[in-house]
């Protein structure tokens, strides 16, 4: 690139050489000088709009430096960066956060960080086999289990969800499922709330249901199957007749 023995104080002015620069980078693509940036005691940044397609609100900066008065003007670097104005990509965010409920396919994987704050520690593991064994019966032997605020988070879900008790199908059953025979209580802190249900007829077999959730499929749901129409108490039956012989004349 070609430079100039300019003053310090001149690094402002230095526009055209900044421009020649950007051109061998960007070739036609360099628009019109909008503004100067000071980098330091001998740097200044020139700005000009790039006019690129797809890159509305970006600018070339050309950064241009020197050692001081009497020296010359060097080219720092050129690169296309984005303005205030520029349509430039959302922020970055890690897959493991970008994952939302349903995204999870056949044959995926998605192992949970060791710092997972949905989850605690159950115990400390000891070496004695018996106690072990014993932490293995009584459900301790995962190494992990959801904290309290996670707990939390997943009764909140299920409670507002399609099988919560705002639903149109709960508001509409004539019992809940609390009352239920068909309602299978999960164990652990959620069991007062939640259960599953086992009725293949309801819509929400298989799934977690609110104890105050409900359907038509109730297990003790009564309809009576009598005739809507009265019955008279006396019933005549036409297929009978009663023959009267007529005296002879």
């Not at 100039?4 to 360099?30: M, S």
């Amino acid at each position: 690139m070609s430079t100039t023995p300019v003053p310090e104080l001149a690094l402002a002015g230095v526009v055209e050489q900044a421009r020649a620069a950007a051109r061998e980078e960007a070739g036609d693509e360099v628009g019109a000088h909008v503004g100067v940036q000071p980098e330091d005691e001998a740097a200044v940044t020139h700005l000009f709009e790039a006019d690129k397609p797809g890159y509305r609100g970006w600018h070339w900066a050309v950064t241009v430096a020197n050692s001081g008065p009497g020296t010359t003007v060097t080219i720092s670097e050129v690169v296309l960066v984005p303005g205030p104005d520029a349509l430039v990509a959302p922020a970055w965010v890690p897959w493991q956060q970008r994952v939302q409920a349903g995204d999870l396919g056949v044959g995926d994987l998605l192992p949970t960080s060791p710092d997972d704050p949905r989850l605690v520690p159950t115990y400390v593991q000891s070496d004695d086999e018996a106690v072990e064994e014993v932490a293995r019966e009584i459900g301790l032997g995962r190494v992990r289990v959801m904290s309290r605020p996670a707990r939390l988070d997943a009764a909140s879900r299920w409670q507002g969800g399609e099988f919560g008790p705002r639903s149109d199908m709960a508001r509409s059953a004539p019992e809940h499922c609390g009352t239920c025979g068909f309602y299978l209580q999960v164990a652990g802190s959620l069991r007062a709330a939640f259960g599953v249900c086992g009725n293949e007829i309801s819509p929400a077999d298989g799934h977690v249901v609110h104890v105050q959730y409900g359907c038509g499929a109730h297990s003790e749901l009564r309809i009576d199957q009598g005739s809507p129409v009265l019955v008279a108490d006396l019933i005549y039956d036409d297929s009978l007749l009663d023959v009267e012989r007529a005296p002879a004349e």
